[in-house]
Every structure is written in structure tokens, then in C-alpha cells.
């Protein structure tokens, strides 16, 4: 679904991913761990087409299109949802108006009719609700005055709404407490545990893959992936350090 | 009436003039530039004032509005206002002179597009206690455009518990647009609050791309900044339906601009 192939990246001029190559297929849950500085964050804005980030070689396909082509708008309307690690603060403009205008421009670009503002309510506080997100909060604007956890849990929310074929989370789990991490975890399977979908789960910690179980996981350091297992290898890390689980790899090239 | 020989005109050498279309007041009539109107609000009554200027793509030439406005005793004044004329220059110029306990309400917005030249001046005189006033000017410039404002605060002896505000941001949506703020403050009194801030900036950059990941082409993300951005200034219409329509026809004047 899709296929990451010796991508190359720079942030102003500095190279940070170095030959990355991976492919997530239909219907499965990938988590990438690694150390701080290693790509991840710069992964996750190349594919979502943030300015800054440049392509300096390599290719990324994702559902037969070439996803580089398309401008971030268009990504999103192909099925493409990025969780932000620092979700951005919109002063002025209610999550509800936010959605519904990102909804229904999705909808346009892939010929569909838009959803009219009691369908998209109704919507919005189903997902509200799967996230035990306040529907009131959806009439604030976004992210402004919202704490951490209520961020991320909004995030989901909005992933809800918008119901994409795949989604990059990166960092999703920073910032919950237990209780919220569960409720994400959970949120996450209902919306995106499906044979047509993928995920990209980016994270630091064992503890969210504990609720959003991974088909594979893969170690990401110094912009390539240098390791990649099944679950046991993501608890390996947990338990031994980055160090550890890579000195051998290190040791083989 | 005085002879139209004993008024002077105003030149971009007087501060309340400095960011003015020099060139235009060299050749407008000196009694049209030192015309005033005049608003009288009496003791604990209520006055609003809303405007929309507007003009077609062709227009030239200035404009020039002052008017006085005196607000009794326990009085309000609410005066909303956008500027979204293409003539060369406009100048909406209120001097308002409060009593004990009136307020002074104030929402400006300028629409700058080609090589337009707008500005909001206002002179708030405090000259009794307790009176009240907050002033919200937001400036969105495209083109060669310039959007000034420039507010004025006094505060004579023993207005005491005067309250003042002013905020003026703007956003230069084009290389070549640019934005002028003069706030000036004039107190005699110790026991008053009078805050003031201005911001020139672009828009989000951050919020425009947060809103592309989620699907929002690039025109309408920029749309619904603006409208969030201009929203400030309009936010203390009691009548919503006014500022709804208000809003709707400002981002009707941001659509025909092209921006």
C-alpha cells in the first residue's frame, strides 16, 4: 500500500534520511522506533509534503501514485492522514468549521458529494465520542487552550472524521497519561484496524503498542532502517536500549 | 464658517498625517481635508456606527471622513468600519472626546490591495473618570498596498480609573504590502489602565499547513485565516447578524481582489 524506496531527505541542507526504504502492505499496522534525531519526525513531514522538507532522491508510492507529485492537500484527499506530533493551534477557527471544510474539500477533489451540516454533526460526535472528547470542545477553536492529551486525543477525532485509507502517527502516544493512551489505542483500531488500511505508528515507547498491537516493527537510526521484526523486537527495545539491539547490526556493516 | 483661506492644509510633516498620501493632499480642497462631522451621544444613551467602503477596481482618487464625537456621561459609542476601498488613499479619522463612565467601542478592518493607501486615525480623549475604551484594528495587505493606524490616547488630570485598549495587528500577504502603526499615549492621571500592542507579520505558516494536511487546498486555507483574523476586530458586535454580514461582504471584497 505503501512503498517507501532509498528516500532521501534534507531540512535546510542537512541530509537526515539517508536511503530509508520500507513498505507497509494493506491491512497492517507498522511501528517505527529509534533513537532521537534518527529521521522519524522528518519521515513523517516528507511524506505529509511539508514545506522545508526536501526530496533529494529515492521514490515513494503509496496505492500506485506516486505521492511526491502531490501537493499535502491533495495526499489528504488520496487517503493520506498525518498525526502531528505538536498539533498547531488555529486561534479564530472552531474544530467544527476546520473539519467540515477539510471533509468536504477531501470529498470534492474525489468527486463526491459534500456532507451536509447535520450529517457532518452527527459524524463529529460519534468519533467526539469514541475519543471521550467533549463535543463542546469541537465548537472551540482548534487546538487553542487544549492540553497535551486533549491534543492528541483530538487528533484522533479529526483522523475519525476524516476516515483516511492510511495514516502516519508521529508521536501520537507523547503527552497521554495511562488512561488516554488506552482510549487513543482503542480509538486508533476502530478507526484504522481494517483490511484496506495502514498504519505508521511512529513512537518512542513500547507502551502504545501495547493497546495498537504492530505487524511489524522496524528501527529507524541515522535515516535509514537498520533492523526490522515482528512485536518482539519493539519489546526487545524496551528492554535492552537502542544500543544494544543495534551494536550487532553496527558491528555486521 | 471660516474663510478657506484661514484653513491649512495638512501635510505628511504633522505626526497625524506622517503616513498620508502626500501627494493627493497637495491637490484636494483645504475645506473638504477640514471638514468634521459631528456625533453628539447623549448622557447613558447608545450610538453605533457601521460602514463597509467599498469601491470598484477603477477607482482613483482619496477620501477623507472626520468626525467629531462627544459621548455623555455614562454613554456608549460603538463604531465598526472596514476599509476595503482601491482608491489611492482613504482616511477615516475619529476624534472622540468621553465623559464619566462612557465607553468608546472601536472594530477597524482594511482591506489593502494594488497600490492602495488606508488608514484609521483616532484621537480618544479621556477627560473625566472612569470612562472606558477599547479599539481593535486588524490590517490584511496585498499588492503594493499600506494599511496605517495610528491611535492617539489622552488622559487629562483626574480621569482617574481610566481604562484604555488598543490592538492593532496586520498580515502582509505580499512581498511590496506594508503596514504602519502609531500608538500614542498622553496620560495626566495615576490610577488608569491603558495597555496598547501592535504586530505586523504574515500569515500562520504553521496553520496554513496544518490545514493542508488535512485536506484544505491552499485558497481556502488562506480564506479561513484571514476570516479568523479579521473576525477580532468585529468580535464586539453585539448583533451577530451584523457582523456575520459584515464579514461575509469583507471576504467578498478578498475574493474579487484575488487574494
Not at chain 1, 530509508?20 to 511524506?47: F, Q, R, W
Not at chain 1, 487546538?143 to 492510511?166: C, H, T, W, Y
Not at chain 2, 488622559?155 to 481604562?163: E, H, I, L, N, Y
Request: glycine content about 10%.
Amino acid at each position: 500500500m505503501l512503498q517507501i524506496s532509498d528516500l532521501h531527505a534534507t531540512v535546510g541542507e542537512k541530509p537526515i534520511l539517508k536511503g530509508l526504504t520500507l513498505t507497509v502492505p494493506a491491512g497492517e499496522v507498522h511501528a517505527i522506533m529509534g533513537p532521537n534525531g534518527a529521521g522519524k519526525s522528518t519521515l513523517s513531514y516528507v511524506l505529509g509534503g511539508r514545506p522545508g522538507y526536501e526530496v533529494t532522491g529515492g521514490s515513494v508510492t503509496f496505492n500506485g501514485q506516486d505521492l511526491l507529485e502531490l501537493e499535502p492537500h491533495e495526499r489528504a484527499a488520496a487517503g493520506l492522514f498525518l498525526g502531528f506530533q505538536y498539533p498547531v493551534e488555529i486561534p479564530g477557527v472552531s474544530n467544527v468549521q476546520f473539519l467540515r471544510e477539510a471533509l468536504n474539500a477531501q470529498r470534492k477533489m474525489r468527486g463526491e458529494e459534500p456532507l451536509s451540516g447535520g450529517d457532518f454533526l452527527k459524524l463529529a460526535k460519534e468519533k467526539a465520542a469514541l475519543l471521550r472528547l467533549d463535543m463542546e470542545m469541537l465548537k472551540r477553536p482548534v487546538n487553542v487552550g487544549f492540553s497535551g492529551g486533549e491534543k492528541k486525543r483530538a487528533e484522533m477525532v479529526q483522523m475519525g472524521i476524516l476516515d483516511p485509507a492510511f495514516a502516519v502517527l508521529d508521536e501520537t502516544d507523547s503527552g497521554l497519561d495511562i488512561d488516554a493512551l488506552k482510549v487513543v489505542g482503542k480509538g486508533i483500531n476502530a478507526i484504522m484496524r481494517a483490511p484496506g488500511k495502514g498504519v505508521l505508528l511512529i513512537t518512542h515507547y513500547q507502551r502504545l503498542l501495547d493497546y495498537v498491537k504492530p505487524d511489524r516493527v522496524h528501527v529507524l537510526a541515522d535515516g535509514r532502517i537498520v533492523q526490522s521484526g515482528g512485536p518482539e523486537l519493539a519489546l526487545r527495545l524496551e528492554s535492552e536500549g537502542y544500543d544494544a539491539v543495534m551494536a550487532p547490526e553496527a558491528a555486521n556493516a | 464658517m471660516p474663510e478657506a483661506g484661514t484653513l491649512e492644509r495638512p501635510t505628511t510633516r504633522e505626526e497625524a498625517w506622517r503616513y498620508a498620501d502626500g501627494a493627493w493632499l497637495a491637490q484636494a480642497p483645504v475645506d473638504y481635508l477640514q471638514h468634521w462631522g459631528t456625533v453628539e451621544v447623549p448622557p447613558g444613551e447608545t450610538k453605533h456606527f457601521n460602514a463597509f467602503t467599498h469601491s470598484g477596481p477603477q477607482a482613483s482618487g482619496g477620501s477623507v471622513r472626520r468626525t467629531r464625537v462627544h459621548v455623555g456621561a455614562g454613554g456608549r459609542y460603538e463604531h465598526f468600519e472596514i476599509l476595503a476601498s482601491g482608491a489611492d488613499y482613504s482616511r477615516v479619522e475619529l476624534e472622540v472626546t468621553l465623559d464619566q463612565g462612557a465607553h468608546f467601542e472601536f472594530g477597524g478592518v482594511i482591506i489593502g490591495n494594488r497600490a492602495s493607501r488606508q488608514e484609521f486615525v483616532t484621537r480618544v480623549i479621556h477627560r473625566a473618570p472612569d470612562a472606558t475604551s477599547n479599539q481593535v484594528v486588524r490590517a490584511v495587505q496585498a499588492g503594493q498596498s499600506t494599511g496605517n493606524y495610528l491611535g492617539r490616547i489622552e488622559v487629562a488630570r483626574d480621569s482617574q480609573k481610566t481604562d484604555a485598549g488598543q490592538n492593532f495587528r496586520a498580515i502582509l500577504l505580499n512581498k511590496g504590502a506594508s503596514a504602519n502603526a502609531k500608538p500614542e499615549l498622553e496620560i495626566f492621571a495615576d490610577d488608569v489602565k491603558c495597555a496598547h500592542g501592535a504586530a505586523i507579520g504574515q500569515l500562520d505558516q504553521a496553520a496554513a499547513y496544518y490545514m493542508a494536511a488535512r485536506g484544505i487546498p491552499p485558497e481556502a486555507a488562506r480564506k479561513l485565516l484571514v476570516q479568523a483574523f479579521i473576525a477580532d476586530a468585529l468580535a464586539a458586535i453585539d448583533d451577530r447578524r451584523i457582523a456575520d454580514r459584515m464579514l461575509e461582504r469583507t471576504l467578498e471584497q478578498l475574493d474579487g481582489a484575488g487574494l
